[in-house]
């Protein structure tokens, strides 16, 4: 009897981890993380929360692309696009609808060379001094968009951008397609419910093998002879 509800003691807790492990993959991407973050910063601030942006969003994965070999050794990066690469590259790739493109009220940059959580992002980052915290804290802005890349398949270095926008939210920045836009293959951008296609991968392959392995050395150290 003891062993017997020992065996569904363990199946509960093996059930507990497997159903842990199921749910984590659906918990959307980071750059819709960092968005959160932002307004929670603003509002701490008693600032309005701003709009989240897909297409304003894409935008800001778009410039985050042009600026993966900008990432110095020490994860310092300067990189602008000029103003023409806004309307004739970026807003074409995302499928932004040119006359609702709005405009660009100010933006934060940042790269590292190792993966980094949005929280560490934001704080190591993106907003590491007074001049990226006014920015963040501008009144005028009226919506967001946050863009996510890695450079290289198989490594580093992860670049950030945020764009901020104050124009009229809902009516700019529009995707094609009622809203879908052009589907992007590398990064992952904010207002939008898929998950990221580079950065959590590897963080998700090491903790699916932790799991595994744990709950191997349960089973191994219950129900052996």
Not at 68 to 76: A, I, Q, R, V
Not at 80 to 108: H, M, R
Request: charged share 15%.
């Amino acid at each position: 009897m003891v062993s017997m509800l020992n065996f569904f003691h363990w199946v509960f807790l093996c059930s507990l981890l497997l159903a842990s492990s199921v749910s984590s993959k659906h918990n959307g991407n980071t750059a819709n993380d960092l968005v959160e973050i932002i307004n929670k910063n603003r509002t701490a601030s008693k600032i309005p929360q701003l709009y989240n942006s897909p297409g304003l969003g894409c935008i800001a994965l778009q410039y985050a692309r042009v600026c993966t070999g900008n990432c110095s050794s020490n994860s310092t990066i300067k990189c602008q696009p000029s103003e023409d690469d806004f309307t004739e590259v970026f807003a074409p790739n995302c499928g932004v609808e040119l006359p609702t493109f709005g405009t660009i009220s100010g933006y934060l940059l940042g790269c590292h060379q190792g993966y980094l959580e949005p929280s560490e992002a934001f704080v190591n980052v993106l907003v590491r001094d007074k001049k990226t915290l006014s920015s963040l804290r501008n009144r005028t802005h009226t919506e967001v968009g946050v863009g996510i890349i890695k450079a290289h398949k198989h490594k580093g270095p992860y670049i950030w951008c945020v764009l901020f926008s104050n124009s009229q939210t809902n009516t700019s920045f529009v995707l094609d397609d009622l809203g879908q836009g052009i589907k992007q293959t590398k990064g992952c951008y904010s207002g939008t419910n898929s998950t990221c296609n580079e950065g959590q991968k590897n963080t998700r392959k090491l903790y699916d093998v932790i799991l595994t392995v744990l709950l191997y050395l349960i089973v191994f150290q219950h129900f052996s002879f």
